[in-house]
Each structure stands twice: as structure tokens, then as C-alpha cells.
């Protein structure tokens, strides 16, 4: 099994630093071990104009049979000699993509702590597989690498060169060409699209390939046209684990969405600070409102639910009476403008350690997630679909169980007060749905029923006669504290 990835380079920027994306040496040849045999990593040519960097792959068939990993192709339990007697050592596979992801794992996650700029650049890259099973034939590669922005060259084999009325084999010779991807672009592709190529995965599926596909594929697999295809045959054809990779990977695209609404909240909230006289922003008066239900509460410990760019996290930091504040969002991308905004890797020992961010998802109860005096959901329960609402009730109300619980959320009867805002239009095109009063009354209501907790409500904004405030905040207090921890609180 056999791949080559090829770079050329300009006077500024040599094909060489290959070397340094890949951590391998290009004057070097090495051999890693592999449970399925030696990996060889080797650099036939490397000059300035051009590097190519190969990996081999010795598959020892035996052995993959000795564990017991040698049953891909499906075939009958006793075919016993086709164990031992198949393409595996030939055939770039699901074993060529473990050797990748092992071989080259700094160089996947983008890693490069020797030149930390070099990760990020496109480069021109030209990748070769000479022998590629390829179930869907050429077809499917390209519609399966085109979208990604490869330039695709794909030729079946003929089952025998002598003889080409016998028709192709299942193999393709593969060429891939971009000047837009980074290496770790790349070696992702590659990582989640030969198994599912091969679509005969060597090793039995476990749960945690779920989240190996979410570390490779999770940025570019939801944009992806044939991302139910590959996340299935990824997962080979298992429906809850391919139930679950598509509903981790509708959060990451939720996530992404909600990006680009924090961002305009932002920008609202720095032009208020430009010009006084503007009346307050709801974004901040929101904040304000949470902040007043927060301290009356009497809360320490505060978990931010959903705190997407940071922005309560870092006005609760002002604030010594907290003294540990989490935010947790599902978007990576949210997480580091959050921590950046914090400016978390320049912060004192002292506030540094009241505050943590880490990422999560809320339709799963998270142990990480018990103990805290109060949980804030901003804006957050709407983002997610309706028949998921459950789930999150469950994580929060019953899981996680903070003493004081503030949800947030717009009430869709104050639309009409938008200007801009034609009539019937949700605030935001990624809401899953808008609540009036008395719809949100009756959630809040039922979920403090369930799970023991008193609600209020507070009116966010301007109390409009008729339709009310835009936004609509419920506080719950947990109920059935015992006297001792009344007492405490
Ligand atoms: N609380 C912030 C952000 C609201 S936008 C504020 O009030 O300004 C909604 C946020 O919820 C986004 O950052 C989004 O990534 C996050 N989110 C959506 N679904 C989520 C889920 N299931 N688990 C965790 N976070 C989620």
C-alpha cells in the first residue's frame, strides 16, 4: 500500500518545509510499527522546487488475521484461506488510514510547533494512490473528493491488461490536486474518504469512531453533498452510530450559524460604546438582566450554557463574587474568539483560575456539569430542534441540577415591534422556533414541575402593552432543597 503527497515551492517558501508539516525528516528514511505491520516514511526526491514524501505500508497479513481484524470483505466466516489470501497488502485501505492518522497525527490536527505558521498555509499539493479499491467506481471518487476542491484524476484498473473485454477491477489509480488545502486538509480527506472508498473497514466499529470521525471530518464533512454517504460507509452502514455522527455534526453546523449572530450582536454592543445616547442594545440589557437575576440568587459558581464568543463569561470575570464561572458551547470556532476575547493565555494566575471554557454539548448529560450554584442558557434553547428540547431539559433540570437555572429566549410576539423585520420572520435564521408568553410560560412551567424547581419570570427590554418584552427570561429556583443546604444558601 502505497501514497505519495508532492508539494513544490517558491524561493520564499521551499517544497521542503514538507518536512517540518509532516515532523519526518526529509533526509531520512523511518520505519514506525503499526498493529498491522511497518509503516516506511521516505522522501524520494527533495529539493527546494519540489518534495514528495511517501508512505508504504508492509501489511502483515498474518498478523491482521491472528487478531482477529482480517474479516473487511464480508465474505463467509470460513473462508479460511481468503483470510489470508486477500488485497489487504496491496490495496491502499482502511489500514492505509490508520497508518496516516498514526504516522502523521501533529501533521492531521495542523500541529507544527517548530514553525507554528506553517500548518495554516494552502500549499500546492498533488496527492497519488496507484492502487485504490474504490466501491462506486471513479464516479464516486470524484463526487466524493471534487467537492473538497480537489482537481480529480481517476482511471479504473483493468482487471488484466492482456485481456480488456474481461472489463475493470474494483481498483482505481488515484491523483488528487489543489493549491487551496493545507496538508492537514489533506491527510483529513484522506483519513475519513479511503475507508469509505474501500467501504470494508479492517477493524470492528466501536463508539469511538464516531468521534474520530467528528476530529477528521467535523469542519468540512457537514458541507459536504454526499456527507450521509460517507458518514454511513465511514461507520460501516451501523444506523445509531450514523444517527449520532449526523446529529454531532447538525450541532457543528448550528454552532457555525449562531457564530455569525453573536458577531452582529457584538458589533451592536461596540457601537453603543461609541455613542451614549443610543438607547441600550438588547444583547446588553439581557446581560444586565441576567447579571442583577445572578447576584439576588447568591450564586458563586456560575456554568455559562452556550456562551458562545464569551461575552457574560468575560462581564461575570468583572465581578469577584464569582468565583468560578464555566462557559460550555458545542462550536470549537465559538470557544477560541471566546478565549481570545478573555485574553485566557495572557491572564493572571489568579483570574485564570476562575475561569474555565470547555466544549460540550447539551443534548448529553456531562458530569462535568454537576455542583454548580447557577446555569445560564442565553439564547441558547431555541437554537435547538424541538423534539431535542428533552434531552437538554434532562442534562440541565435533571442532570446537572443547578440551585438557580436562567433561561432566555425571544418572545416571537414582540416580532411586529422589529422594524425591519417582516411579519411572520424568526429573529434569526437558525432558530429552530420562537416562543410567545404563554408558550414559554407553559415549558418553563411543566420542566419545573418535573424536576422540582419554583419559576418566575422577568421581562427583558422595553414591556410592551400589547405584545410584551422582546426578550423573555425564566428563573428557576431548585425547590426540594433539604435544611442543611437551605441553610447553606
Ligand atoms: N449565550 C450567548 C450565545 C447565544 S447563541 C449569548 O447569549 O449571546 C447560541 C449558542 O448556543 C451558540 O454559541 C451555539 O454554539 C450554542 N449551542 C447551540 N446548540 C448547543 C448545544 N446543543 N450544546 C451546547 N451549545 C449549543
Known amino acids: 500500500m502505497f501514497l505519495t503527497i508532492t508539494t513544490t515551492g517558491t524561493p520564499d517558501r521551499p517544497a521542503t518545509d514538507l518536512g517540518y508539516l509532516l515532523h519526518k525528516h526529509p533526509g531520512k528514511a523511518q520505519v514506525f510499527s503499526t498493529s498491522y505491520g511497518k509503516a516506511h516514511v521516505l522522501y524520494p526526491e527533495a529539493e527546494d522546487q519540489r518534495c514528495t514524501a511517501a508512505l508504504l505500508l508492509e501489511v502483515d497479513a498474518v498478523a491482521l488475521v491472528r487478531r482477529g481484524k482480517g474479516k473487511g470483505r464480508g465474505g463467509a466466516p470460513d473462508a479460511a484461506l481468503a483470510q489470508y489470501v486477500n488485497d489487504r497488502?496491496?490495496?491502499?485501505?482502511?489500514?492505509?488510514?490508520?497508518?496516516?492518522?498514526?504516522?502523521f497525527s501533529s501533521a492531521m490536527r495542523g500541529v507544527c510547533t517548530a514553525r507554528p505558521e506553517l500548518p495554516g498555509q494552502a500549499r500546492p499539493l498533488r496527492i497519488e494512490v496507484p492502487v485504490l479499491p474504490a466501491r462506486g467506481g471513479p464516479d464516486l471518487v470524484r463526487r466524493l473528493f471534487e467537492p473538497l476542491g480537489w482537481e480529480v484524476r481517476v482511471e479504473a484498473v483493468p482487471l488484466d491488461v492482456e485481456f480488456p473485454e474481461w472489463g475493470d477491477s474494483r481498483y482505481?489509480?488515484?491523483?488528487?490536486?489543489?493549491?487551496?488545502?493545507?496538508?492537514?486538509?489533506?491527510?483529513?480527506?484522506?483519513?475519513?474518504?479511503?475507508?469509505?472508498?474501500?467501504?470494508?473497514?479492517?477493524?470492528?466499529?466501536?463508539?469511538?469512531?464516531?468521534?474520530?470521525?467528528?476530529?477528521?471530518?467535523?469542519?468540512?464533512?457537514?458541507?459536504?453533498?454526499?456527507?450521509?454517504?460517507?458518514?454511513?460507509?465511514?461507520?460501516?452502514?451501523?444506523?445509531?452510530?450514523?444517527?449520532?455522527a449526523m446529529e454531532r455534526l447538525e450541532l457543528v453546523r448550528l454552532a457555525e450559524a449562531d457564530d455569525s449572530e453573536v458577531e452582529e450582536i457584538d458589533n451592536a454592543v461596540e457601537a453603543e460604546t461609541e455613542t451614549e445616547e443610543r438607547p441600550t442594545p438588547l444583547a446588553v440589557q439581557r446581560r444586565d438582566a441576567i447579571l442583577d437575576a445572578l447576584r439576588v440568587s447568591g450564586a458563586a459558581r456560575v456554568l455559562d450554557l452556550g456562551c458562545g464568543q464569551g461575552q457574560l463569561v468575560q462581564a461575570l470575570l468583572k465581578d469577584v463574587r464569582f468565583t468560578e464561572i464555566v462557559g460550555v458551547d458545542v462550536s470549537v470556532r465559538a470557544l477560541t474568539i471566546a478565549s481570545r476575547r478573555l485574553k485566557l493565555d495572557r491572564m493572571g494566575e489568579r483570574q485564570a483560575s476562575r475561569v474555565k471554557l470547555f466544549q460540550g454539548s447539551l443534548a448529553y448529560t456531562d458530569n462535568r456539569l454537576k455542583g454548580y450554584d447557577a446555569a445560564v442558557l442565553s439564547e441558547v434553547i431555541e437554537h435547538l430542534d424541538l423534539p431535542r428540547l428533552p434531552a437538554l431539559e434532562y442534562a440541565v433540570f435533571g442532570a446537572a441540577r443547578p440551585r438557580t437555572v436562567l433561561v432566555t429566549t425571544p418572545n416571537v410576539e414582540y416580532n411586529v415591534r422589529w422594524e425591519s423585520l417582516p411579519a411572520g420572520h424568526v429573529r434569526h435564521g437558525d432558530h429552530r422556533f420562537e416562543w410567545t408568553r404563554e408558550e414559554f410560560r407553559a415549558w418553563a412551567g411543566a420542566v419545573a414541575e418535573r424536576h422540582g424547581y419554583a419559576v418566575e419570570f422577568v421581562a427583558v427590554g422595553p414591556d410592551d402593552p400589547e405584545v410584551g418584552p422582546p426578550t423573555q427570561m425564566a428563573v428557576f429556583e431548585q425547590r426540594n432543597l433539604n435544611e442543611k443546604e437551605a441553610k447553606a444558601a
Request: aromatic content about 10%; cysteine-free.
Open 89 to 103: 497488502p496491496y490495496a491502499a485501505s482502511s489500514l492505509l488510514a490508520v497508518a496516516l492518522s498514526a504516522v
Open 172 to 244: 482505481v489509480r488515484l491523483e488528487l490536486e489543489s493549491t487551496q488545502l493545507t496538508v492537514s486538509d489533506a491527510l483529513r480527506h484522506l483519513y475519513v474518504l479511503l475507508p469509505v472508498l474501500d467501504d470494508a473497514k479492517h477493524y470492528w466499529v466501536s463508539a469511538d469512531e464516531v468521534d474520530k470521525l467528528m476530529r477528521a471530518g467535523g469542519a468540512w464533512l457537514y458541507h459536504h453533498p454526499e456527507v450521509k454517504l460517507i458518514t454511513n460507509r465511514y461507520l460501516s452502514r451501523r444506523w445509531s452510530l450514523t444517527r449520532e
